[in-house]
């Protein structure tokens, strides 16, 4: 992939469980989950298809709480 396909991201993210991590794009702004919400790395799940990878993150009771129930 090319510079300019990756917008100037890096190739390689590194993360450690248990930091704070902040949401940098609106997801879904009525549930607080939006630019700038916090919350703590628990878990990362690595797939041999690096899209199909996620992270896990655990936010205040408040955020999220529609898309928890919804899954």
């Known amino acids: 992939m090319s510079d300019a396909d990756k917008y100037g991201l890096q190739d390689m993210l590194k ?8 949401i ?8 607080g989950l939006f630019n700038g919400a916090v919350g703590i790395l628990m878990q990362i799940d690595i ?3 690096p899209k199909e990878s ?3 993150l ?13 899954n």
């Open 54 to 56: 996620r992270v896990w």
């Open 24 to 31: 940098t794009s609106n997801i879904d702004v009525p549930d």
């Open 47 to 49: 797939n041999k298809d």
């Open 58 to 70: 655990e936010f205040d009771s408040k955020t999220g709480i529609n898309t928890r129930k919804n």
């Open 15 to 22: 993360l450690k469980v248990g930091l704070k991590y902040m």
